[in-house]
């Protein structure tokens, strides 16, 4: 690259970034904007079993949607005054950017990439996922460095694409790229045959193997390959919405931790421990600084319960993906999932 | 002498050549080859109906509230009659679907009107479908007015939504793509211009790009705090869209009429839009029925692209319950529900729209 090329090349950048974060500065109070609007305008995607999905009584349901209705507890009081807006997964990011949504909850990777360049922050992690594949079960493969030569499903424009084509060549295997554009269309390509070996997040080929006429028929190989934390996204340049979203999903976490449920959390507001005390709002008033109410983390747990719950109903033992903690256990269980104290 | 003649009875006709066997024999067993053909048809059909037809009716679970009353091998309907009404209306509050219903039945009680050749008053019938319905339908399906509640765009959806989509799209396609056809035969050069660019920009690009830059880039462009419905930019790409390919079929019929036909009207003192009004389009239009309502059809269809801003219409809304957990894996069933509704509502324009042309017909076809 020459010198001039270098210097066009940054002016660009610097005119994206200026663009972006112009856009951030100006919505500056979106506290005041859900307020007035009286909802919390949540991005989801419109099809992830587990994650969010439509049920039959018109409503979103998920663990992307639950932490939407967490952030609405909080700030409205009332967890279901959150309007569901569906985007496609190369829609999100403008979504995001141009105030359509008040935050992204989409299961989307927190990258470097996406946190510094596209004028959004991430606020920390919901869930943390993994890409990994699955094979049909007669193909007799135990291991992923057994592939070589394998066509491989993906879908189009997200990380596991990207992901897939760096292990292969680190590995020295090749394989035939088989894209698509959603989780249907490659869930049946692979039905179909069309390629022997599907690759996406653990999570989601947990959904996509129950689609499969005979679900044993699929089996999902031990290799996890890359880092895949998933978790919430607000606009860069709104420090008290980035706070707000990002306690959220820190109170669930410590109601975990400290036992409270939503059958106990009357209970515990009686309860001695200074943590919980202070968590549910009975000694200090930590919602001040985000402009919220004292009761906002006691709000959380009582509407949509702690992160444990949160996690058990839609993708773990309470539902039909049984999905193990794993990763996701408490950090006193052995997990990743670990939230600042609230003092 | 005189002879008599006495006409002989007319006699039935040979037995061979008359009656279900005789058409057999004529038409589908006339020769060896023909008749391999037919057993060979014949046998592939059955071979493609009988799993079919197990699968869809006889082996099928009609009954039922959730996955575990399918427990036969067919087809689950029990998935589509859970989710019946989510397909209809999308997520039209449930206690608010009439009003749905209603402006569904006044529109088909005016389209029927319209069609049937024996009622009377059909000027003004025309002009309440065209300038009052669509006032109605917005009170009726938005609301906030005469105490009815306001049903945010975000929240139609399934059928109702295709529906809606696809009539908005061709209500206004259609006067638009007269003008523009007009406007492309005109010798006005800036009005000329205008309308090829136009034409030739919006045929130029997929309804997917179209649609996706309303939903991806619009939005960055649009100064802060103002943001343009979700539905109103669908309507808008979608209508401008089908313009374009309309005014090209319409564009085709002008070019059928004979030059002498403008000319004998402009003889008798007619103005262009009198020249235009009473003697050319309705030629015009007549002859191109199919190609317009193949234009429909098409828009029709083309109405399941709106899932890629987000809209759930019949096909998207479908592919939303798909996902749910406590249904994994009827794709099947839900495909061929969505397909079934849209045979059902194109095959009808298409029977339709053969019904106007022999009712139109002058004898202009050769």
Known sequence: ?343 | MTTQYKMIEARPAPRNTVGPVAWLRANLFSGPVNSFFTLLGLYLLYLLLTPTIQWAIINADWIGTSRDDCSREGACWVFVSARFTQFIYGLYPRSEIWRVDVTFATFAALIAWLAIPRLPFKRWVALVTLVGFPVFAYFMLYGGYFGLPVVPTHRWGGLMLTLVLAVVGMVGALPIGILLALGRRSQMPIVKSFCVVFIEFWRGVPLITVLFMASVMLPLFMPTGVSVDRLIRAFIGITLFQSAYMAEVIRGGLQAIPRGQEEAAAALGMNYWMRMGLIVLPQALKMMIPGIVNTFISLFKDTTLVMIIGLFDLLGIVQAALSDSRWLGFALEGYVFAAFMFWIFCFSMSRYSQYLERKLHTGHKR
């Not at chain 1, 950048?13 to 909802?39: F, K, Y």
């Not at chain 1, 990763?327 to 990743?336: C, P, Q, V």
Request: hydrophobic letters at 40%; proline letters at 3%.
């Open chain 1, 1 to 343: 690259m020459t010198q001039h090329q270098k210097r066009n090349r940054k002016v660009q950048l610097m005119s994206a970034t200026l663009l972006l974060g112009g856009a951030g500065l100006v919505q500056a109070a979106t506290l005041d904007n859900v307020r007035q609007q009286d909802q919390v305008r949540c991005g989801v995607n419109a099809a992830q079993p587990g994650f969010s999905a439509l049920d039959d009584q018109d409503s979103y349901r998920g663990l992307d949607t639950d932490v939407c209705r967490a952030i609405a507890a909080a700030v409205l009081g009332d967890a279901e005054k959150v309007r569901f807006v569906p985007l496609d997964s190369v829609e999100r990011f403008t979504a995001l950017q141009s105030g359509e949504v008040d935050v992204l909850s989409r299961t989307t990777t927190w990258t470097s990439a996406r946190d510094t360049t596209l004028g959004i922050n991430f606020t920390g992690v919901s869930y943390y996922d993994g890409q990994a594949f699955m094979v049909a079960s007669d193909l007799g493969v135990a291991s992923a460095t057994e592939l070589d030569g394998a066509a491989v499903c993906t879908q189009s424009g997200t990380t596991s694409e990207l992901n897939l084509s760096d292990y292969f060549r680190v590995n020295g295997i090749d394989y035939d790229p088989v894209v698509f554009d959603s989780p249907e269309q490659s869930i049946a390509g692979f039905e179909a045959g069309r390629c022997d070996v599907l690759s996406s997040d653990a999570s989601q080929l947990y959904a996509q193997r129950m689609q499969l006429a005979d679900p044993d028929s699929a089996l999902i190989l031990p290799e996890i390959i890359s880092k895949e934390p998933l978790g919430p996204a607000v606009r860069q340049g709104d420090d008290q919405w980035f706070n707000i979203v990002k306690w959220s999903l820190f109170a669930m976490l410590n109601a975990e931790e400290y036992g409270i449920t939503r059958e106990n959390v009357d209970e515990m507001l009686d309860s001695d421990d200074p943590d919980i005390a202070r968590l549910l709002g009975r000694d200090g008033n930590f919602g001040e600084g985000m402009g919220l109410t004292a009761d906002w983390a006691y709000q959380i747990v009582r509407q949509v319960g702690n992160y444990g719950e949160m996690f058990g109903r839609n993708v773990g033992a309470g539902s039909d993906f049984n999905i193990a903690r794993g990763l996701n256990a408490l950090w006193t269980e052995g997990g990743l999932q670990y939230a600042p104290p609230v003092r």
